[in-house]
């Protein structure tokens, strides 16, 4: 178990992360794909965004052995999700080690009010947001690594798109705020002040920023990477498409290299078909798993 628990080692250990792609797994085969390919982490999940939306019924915490199998099978840093608010299977993932707990709103919601106390937890935790407020929100609970909520399991980029593209927009905005200004967009932001004032001060979040939902293609990461994400989260757009392997090194490529137009060409090169996808905007509001949390 860690020694050191400090927000400043949590987020220090997500910042390892910066620049990486972090891949949804449900098995050991599929994490030694991502492994293979230079995933710098994985996601251990029973069921990926795109089967959950499909199958509708509670999504929960996967299974330990699942997930003990996957920590088995690869050296990378394993994360896996938990509902928003349900700390008890925060504290289960806490004693199976994992190396990052994803308070998810892909997992049906455990608590209405409340969003867990990342505080005492010695394991960093990421939290999705669709704007800064929520982002804020988040840190101030203890988050330590933030990712741009996107709508996951679609393969559709636009909502990803939208929310980093808000929340880059609000950090810069604050950085034109004067004192008494920066208090009154505290208060709009529902977010704490001295979270803002740094922000403002700094014009980055005080911890990494990455993007996911809807990442199905190599130009899908370099675009959101020039956009300001720091890394990406991909979901099941490599594991449903016809050649994950290759797929998912291609991701890994245009990630790394987002501003060369060449390479990032060249790894979009015969990737074959790409998974099933769905418009964002033609889901029913209760289709939605991005307007989960606040």
């Known amino acids: 178990m860690r020694d050191e628990a400090t927000f400043r080692v949590k987020a220090g250990l997500a910042e390892m992360l910066k620049g990486g792609v972090i891949m ?27 089967d959950i939306r499909r199958d509708g019924g509670v999504a929960r915490m996967s299974d330990p052995a699942m997930i003990k199998g996957i920590q088995e099978a690869v050296t990378i840093p394993v994360m896996a999700k938990a509902r928003i608010g349900h700390f008890a299977e925060a504290q289960v993932l806490e004693a199976l080690e994992v190396d990052y707990i994803d308070e998810s709103e892909v997992l049906t919601p455990a608590d209405e009010a409340n969003h867990i106390d990342k505080w005492g937890f010695k394991v960093p935790f990421v939290c999705g947001a669709t704007h800064l407020g929520e982002a804020l929100r988040r ?11 996107g709508e996951a399991g679609t393969g ?50 005080p911890v990494v920023l990455f993007c996911a939902g809807g990442i199905a293609t190599p130009a899908d990461a370099s675009l959101v990477m020039q956009l300001g994400a720091e890394g990406v989260f991909v979901g099941s757009g490599i594991f449903k498409s016809e050649d994950p392997a290759t797929r998912a090194a291609a991701i890994v490529e245009a990630t790394t290299h987002f501003r060369d137009a060449d390479r990032v060409a060249k790894a979009s090169e ?12 033609k889901l029913d509001e209760q289709q939605l798993l991005a307007n989960r949390g606040w």
Do not use: N, Y
């Open 24 to 50: 949804d797994v449900v098995d050991a085969e599929q994490a030694k794909i991502a492994e293979d390919s230079g995933a710098v982490a994985v996601m251990a999940l029973e069921r990926v965004p795109s």
């Open 270 to 281: 015969g990737l074959g078909s790409a998974m099933q996808s769905l418009e964002s905007r």
């Open 156 to 205: 559709d980029i636009v909502e990803a798109v939208r929310h980093l593209r808000a929340i880059r927009s609000e950090i810069r905005r604050l950085g034109t705020l004067d004192d008494m200004e920066l208090a009154t967009a505290a208060k709009e932001l529902q977010s704490p002040l001295d979270l803002v004032r740094q922000v403002a001060a700094e014009q980055k979040l």
């Open 139 to 149: 840190i101030g609970e203890g988050a330590a690594m933030i990712r741009s909520k």
